[in-house]
Protein backbone atom coordinates (compact mmCIF):
# COMPACT_ATOMS: atom_id res chain seq x y z
CA UNK A 1 0.00 0.00 0.00
CA UNK A 2 1.18 3.82 -1.08
CA UNK A 3 1.44 6.02 1.00
CA UNK A 4 2.52 9.73 0.98
CA UNK A 5 2.40 11.84 4.27
CA UNK A 6 2.75 15.47 3.60
CA UNK A 7 3.90 18.02 6.23
CA UNK A 8 4.96 21.51 7.38
CA UNK A 9 2.52 23.59 5.86
CA UNK A 10 0.94 26.59 8.39
CA UNK A 11 0.34 30.26 8.08
CA UNK A 12 3.48 32.39 7.04
CA UNK A 13 3.89 36.35 6.04
CA UNK A 14 4.57 37.81 2.89
CA UNK A 15 8.39 37.08 2.38
CA UNK A 16 8.93 33.93 5.03
CA UNK A 17 9.65 30.74 4.10
CA UNK A 18 8.16 27.13 4.87
CA UNK A 19 9.72 24.07 4.24
CA UNK A 20 6.97 20.79 3.22
CA UNK A 21 8.12 17.10 3.68
CA UNK A 22 6.94 13.89 2.21
CA UNK A 23 7.33 10.47 3.69
CA UNK A 24 6.52 8.20 1.43
CA UNK A 25 6.20 3.95 1.83
CA UNK A 26 5.03 1.47 -0.36
CA UNK A 27 7.26 2.36 -3.32
CA UNK A 28 10.83 1.96 -3.96
CA UNK A 29 11.59 5.58 -3.65
CA UNK A 30 15.12 6.13 -4.59
CA UNK A 31 13.87 4.71 -7.56
CA UNK A 32 11.00 6.96 -8.26
CA UNK A 33 10.52 10.52 -10.14
CA UNK A 34 8.88 13.00 -7.11
CA UNK A 35 6.53 16.08 -7.35
CA UNK A 36 5.19 18.71 -5.79
CA UNK A 37 1.62 19.79 -7.16
CA UNK A 38 -0.19 22.65 -5.78
CA UNK A 39 -4.17 23.95 -6.13
CA UNK A 40 -5.05 27.56 -5.20
CA UNK A 41 -9.32 27.91 -4.63
CA UNK A 42 -11.11 28.51 -7.85
CA UNK A 43 -7.78 27.22 -9.71
CA UNK A 44 -6.43 23.71 -11.78
CA UNK A 45 -4.21 21.78 -10.01
CA UNK A 46 -0.75 22.61 -11.02
CA UNK A 47 3.37 21.07 -11.22
CA UNK A 48 5.43 23.05 -8.59
CA UNK A 49 8.61 21.22 -8.96
CA UNK A 50 9.75 17.86 -9.61
CA UNK A 51 13.26 15.61 -8.69
CA UNK A 52 14.16 12.83 -10.72
CA UNK A 53 16.12 10.02 -9.44
CA UNK A 54 19.19 11.36 -10.53
CA UNK A 55 18.65 14.36 -8.84
CA UNK A 56 17.69 16.39 -11.88
CA UNK A 57 15.92 19.24 -10.46
CA UNK A 58 12.50 21.07 -12.91
CA UNK A 59 10.50 24.08 -11.40
CA UNK A 60 7.56 26.21 -12.39
CA UNK A 61 8.45 29.55 -13.42
CA UNK A 62 6.69 31.06 -10.81
CA UNK A 63 8.18 29.60 -8.28
CA UNK A 64 11.58 29.40 -10.29
CA UNK A 65 14.71 31.01 -7.63
CA UNK A 66 12.25 30.99 -4.68
CA UNK A 67 11.75 26.94 -4.33
CA UNK A 68 13.77 24.39 -3.70
CA UNK A 69 13.31 20.40 -4.08
CA UNK A 70 15.24 18.22 -2.59
CA UNK A 71 14.95 14.53 -1.44
CA UNK A 72 16.73 11.85 0.82
CA UNK A 73 16.61 8.38 -0.22
CA UNK A 74 17.79 7.25 3.18
CA UNK A 75 14.50 8.85 4.88
CA UNK A 76 12.37 7.98 1.98
CA UNK A 77 11.31 11.53 1.98
CA UNK A 78 11.13 14.68 -0.25
CA UNK A 79 11.18 18.50 0.88
CA UNK A 80 10.19 21.72 -0.83
CA UNK A 81 11.98 24.49 0.75
CA UNK A 82 10.01 27.84 -0.11
CA UNK A 83 11.56 31.20 0.22
CA UNK A 84 10.28 34.63 -0.56
CA UNK A 85 7.04 33.61 -0.25
CA UNK A 86 3.36 35.62 -1.78
CA UNK A 87 0.09 35.64 -1.46
CA UNK A 88 -0.43 33.80 -4.86
CA UNK A 89 1.57 30.95 -3.05
CA UNK A 90 -1.15 29.74 -0.88
CA UNK A 91 -2.98 26.44 -2.25
CA UNK A 92 -2.98 23.12 -0.97
CA UNK A 93 0.55 22.04 -1.19
CA UNK A 94 0.30 17.67 -2.55
CA UNK A 95 3.20 15.51 -3.11
CA UNK A 96 2.34 12.88 -6.06
CA UNK A 97 4.66 10.09 -7.56
CA UNK A 98 3.76 7.90 -10.52
CA UNK A 99 4.78 4.58 -9.56
CA UNK A 100 7.60 3.18 -12.00
CA UNK A 101 6.63 -0.13 -11.39
CA UNK A 102 3.20 -0.03 -11.95
CA UNK A 103 2.52 3.09 -13.09
CA UNK A 104 -0.44 4.27 -10.95
CA UNK A 105 0.08 7.68 -9.83
CA UNK A 106 -0.54 8.39 -6.15
CA UNK A 107 -1.01 11.46 -3.97
CA UNK A 108 -0.78 12.69 -0.26
CA UNK A 109 -3.70 14.24 1.55
CA UNK A 110 -2.30 18.00 0.94
CA UNK A 111 -1.19 20.22 3.37
CA UNK A 112 -2.45 23.88 3.55
CA UNK A 113 0.24 26.65 3.11
CA UNK A 114 -1.34 30.56 3.64
CA UNK A 115 0.39 33.84 3.17
CA UNK A 116 -0.89 36.86 4.29
CA UNK A 117 -0.06 40.17 2.92
Known amino acids: QVQLAESGGGLVQAGGSLRLSCAVSGIIFSRNTMDWYRQAPGKQRELVAL???????NYADSVQGRFTISRDNAKNTVYLQMNSLRPEDTAVYYC???????????WGQGTQVTVSS
Open 96 to 106: HVRSSASGSAY
Open 51 to 57: ITTGGIT
